[in-house]
């Protein structure tokens, strides 16, 4: 099914596959690595942890997506866009591998403040790519497949992540989103040509996603 979508929509899906399924390992277990590691087992205070983690990650992320969306709306040529989203994907794939030595909350919304900025360059600069480029008739489809993908990579790697951590412990988890998310970087130069010259197309079609990106 993939060989009759275009390039750069087939590249921008396997490599959300490869984001979605790195951060999907890390969900179900990042709570109760707060409460063991970062709390040292009082459940209270890793609850607080975990809230206002959660809260200094979606306040950071919301805050920077609209700006830097109208930033690139600006610029003239796809190439643009697209460094945004490689190096936000990039941004992103290192704050799992901050985890790894973390011992204090702040450390822990310090990384949230790296994971929040790199995807909010990721999701607007990905977003528009994925809208321009879309073949025209496979819309349903191919977001279809987009969404299908995120779904079965995350709840895949969810079961995946929690029997991990119970043989191998937490770092193995960090360590293996983080190698992910730079793999999906990895990914996306196989269409850094075709997008290194090309002007944005206009009119644009409307894009809205109706589905979370990977806490997204």
Do not use: C
Request: no cysteine; hydrophobic share 50%.
């Amino acid at each position: 099914m993939l060989k009759t979508i275009n390039k750069v929509i087939r590249v921008l899906i396997i490599s959300d596959f490869f984001l979605n399924s790195g951060w999907g390992l890390l969900g179900p277990i990042f709570a109760i690595f707060l409460v063991q590691k970062i709390a040292i087992g009082n459940l209270a205070e890793g609850a607080k942890i975990a809230g206002f983690a959660s809260l200094t990650y979606w306040i950071v992320k919301s805050s920077l997506q609209i700006p830097i969306g109208q930033h690139l709306d600006q610029q003239p040529e796809e190439k643009d866009d697209f460094w945004f989203m490689f190096w936000g994907t990039v941004l992103t794939g290192l704050a799992p591998f901050g985890f790894v030595i973390s011992f204090l909350p702040w450390h822990i919304y310090s990384i949230q403040v790296l994971h929040a900025v790199g995807m909010a360059m990721v999701v607007p600069a990905w977003g528009a790519i994925f809208t321009r480029n879309i073949d025209r008739g496979k819309e349903a489809l191919e977001w279809g497949i987009e969404s299908t993908s995120l779904g079965l990579g995350a709840g895949i790697a969810g079961a995946i992540g929690g029997l991990l951590v119970s043989i191998f412990g937490f770092k193995v988890i960090f360590i293996l989103t983080g190698t992910l998310t730079l793999i999906s970087a990895g990914l996306l130069l196989f269409i850094h040509q075709e997008m290194s010259s090309r002007k944005k197309a206009l009119p644009r079609i409307s894009f809205y996603k109706p589905f979370p990106d990977h806490e997204k």
